[in-house]
């Protein structure tokens, strides 16, 4: 997963510039598509390449948690927008985690 890189639709480069972004970017560190077509000289790294980064995205993306996440993670077109939704709704739901990393509160009571 590690070698994956990002990808961008070809059409989108020169917005994405007069953006500011994308400025390191290059065929040596993204894959361009231009339609069916992969532009990088040497094609994909790795058959799975576009979802290898997505994993990527979303592995670095949760680890802004703070702490280990102990779930089952199932997305369809996942990306930073959806994984930082993911994450507040989360932390927005009391119930929905425990940090696990220490005891219960109410397990210092029955001591």
Known sequence: MAPARTFALASDINHLREL???????????IVVDGSKV???????MKDEFAAHKLLDAVGDLALAGAALH????????????????????FARQAAWADITRPPEDAAVAA
């Open 20 to 30: 500011g972004l994308a400025k390191g970017g290059s065929l040596d560190n993204a």
């Open 39 to 45: 532009l990088n000289p040497g094609g994909l790294r």
């Open 71 to 90: 779930g089952r993670y199932i997305a369809n077109r996942p990306g930073h927008s959806l994984n930082h939704k993911l994450l507040k709704a989360l």
